[in-house]
């Protein structure tokens, strides 16, 4: 019987595989970048497509951290995530432009639409509220300087200690101090839909889901609004040292409510925008499968 279960068990991650892997190939065709799909409950990877890449990049995530730091604001109390910061989205930070790219409209933001829209006002507001020795350990927690074991020969990340408050804010925003690599970001994620899953999240962390959903059904993560299931996610972008392009990141989860599959979409060139269309097409893909009964 064991047996019969592990080789149900295996056979079930190939179906996956042939299902998925045909439709990341498609959307990342002529790009360069790298997209990691796993089952949450098990962790195992469905599919995935430059696995090296996703193992070995490490680089600046942009806005995709942003969860994990109001995750942190919430659970230490110092945050109400019904305050509303007020938004002109003209921002710098230590003589860098970090201005925010929502509608001109959105000019004032809760904890949850702060996420689905990436307010870079509001997070840097924010995020001073924490020391420089709180924000490094947020994100040691979340597993970015450490190996995610979904593949072998990986490198992992780097997190300095802020030395000020403007650094600080930079780092908050994913874009100094704080370099990942795809399957890290994959794992964080994959630990905020397992918690999801499980309903054993804390109750202070309903904003955080709040947002992610928000992100993908009217927020910057549109594009990753799936046909035929929910879905939640976050994008990031992130400047190359070196170079006036930019890559993009989608990390997420779907079913929303009852998470399934989480995944990451890491593109060298382009934003988190267009990494979340392709994130889009393939949740689609995983529903269109499930609906087949396949």
């Not at 002529?30 to 996703?54: C, P, Q, W, Y």
């Not at 420089?132 to 300087?145: I, N, Q, S």
């Not at 409510?257 to 994130?279: M, W």
Request: aromatic residues 6%; charged residues 20%.
């Amino acid at each position: 019987m064991f047996l019969l279960c592990m080789a149900g068990a295996a056979l079930a991650q190939q179906e996956e595989k042939t299902l998925l892997e045909p439709v990341i190939a498609r959307q990342m065709a002529g790009r360069a970048g790298t997209v990691v799909v796993v089952d949450v409950e098990s962790g195992r990877v469905l599919a995935r497509h430059n696995a090296k890449m996703a193992a070995q990049r490490v680089t600046a995530p942009g806005s995709a951290v942003k969860p994990l730091v109001l995750m942190e604001l919430l659970q230490s109390g110092k945050l109400d995530p019904q305050q509303r910061v007020f938004c002109r989205r003209a921002l710098t930070i230590a003589g860098r432009r970090m201005d925010c790219s929502h509608p001109e409209a959105i000019n004032s933001l809760d904890a949850p639409d702060a996420i689905a829209y990436s307010c870079n006002t509001y997070f840097a507001t924010m995020a001073a509220r924490l020391t420089p020795l709180e924000l490094k350990h947020v994100y040691e927690r979340a597993g970015f300087t450490a190996p995610t074991h979904f593949v072998t020969a990986e490198a992992t990340g780097r997190v300095a200690l802020a030395p000020d408050t403007p650094e600080l804010q930079l780092q908050a925003l994913g874009d100094w101090g704080v370099e990942i690599t795809p399957l890290e970001l994959l794992a964080a994620y994959r630990t905020l839909a397992l918690a999801k899953l499980k309903g054993d999240a804390p109750a202070a962390a309903a904003p955080v889901f709040d947002g992610l959903e928000r992100s993908v059904k009217y927020g910057m993560a549109h594009a990753a609004q799936p046909a035929g299931i929910t879905a939640a996610g976050k994008t990031g972008t992130a400047g190359n040292s070196g170079s006036a392009q930019t890559h993009g990141f989608f990390a997420g989860y779907a079913p929303a409510d009852k998470p399934e599959i989480a995944l990451v979409v890491y593109l060298e060139q382009g934003r988190g925008s267009d990494a979340a269309a392709v994130a889009g097409a393939i949740f689609t893909a995983y529903a269109s499968a499930k609906r087949a009964g396949r």
